[in-house]
């Protein structure tokens, strides 16, 4: 999934309609200092960023790797929380911008989360992905671009 293929999706009405938000990387732990998920297993703080608006609420219900969009996961998400510096909560996740986020899986957190590079390690290929949640109708639509 490069910049090429990243253009053409943005031009469908699937695009504009569902939300995609990239998964960037798992925060330092200094940056948590208080905050703690209220439902341990179950929620997770990243850092996180997006091409469009996405509020707090929004649902998802697809997980998946930019290696490997294909074998993407069946999920149940929220977000629940967003911030951009640390005393500022926001109800919004603005086009361009990236923040603290507050994720919660109902089924778990997902296996393929530890794909996420800590915010303490430098990022190597190999080993680390980017990760996107979105819909299924957003995903349908990825697969066939990817066909």
Same mark, same amino acid.
């Given at each position: /999934? +490069? ?30 200092? +208080? /905050? ?15 091409? *469009?608006?996405?509020?707090? +609420? ?24 967003? +911030? ?29 989360? *530890? ?23 957003? /995903? ?8």
């Amino acid at each position: /999934m +490069n910049n090429e293929f990243f253009e053409q999706l943005v031009s469908t009405d699937e695009f504009n309609e569902n939300p995609l938000l990239l998964l960037e990387e798992l925060p330092a732990t200094r940056h948590l200092a +208080n /905050m703690k998920p209220e439902s341990v297993g179950r929620e997770v703080y990243i850092i996180a960023g997006t091409g *469009k608006d996405i509020s707090v +609420n929004q649902t998802f219900d697809v997980i998946f790797a930019k290696k490997d969009p294909t074998n993407y996961i069946q999920t149940d998400a929220i977000l629940k929380y967003v +911030n951009i510096r640390p005393s500022d909560e926001i109800t919004t996740l603005y086009e361009g911008m990236s923040g603290l986020c507050l994720v919660e899986f109902s089924q778990g957190i997902p296996e393929l989360i *530890k794909k996420l590079k800590p915010n303490e390690e430098t990022y190597k290929n190999e080993v680390y992905d980017f990760l996107y949640l979105t819909t299924q109708v957003l /995903m349908d639509k990825i697969i066939e671009l990817l066909d």
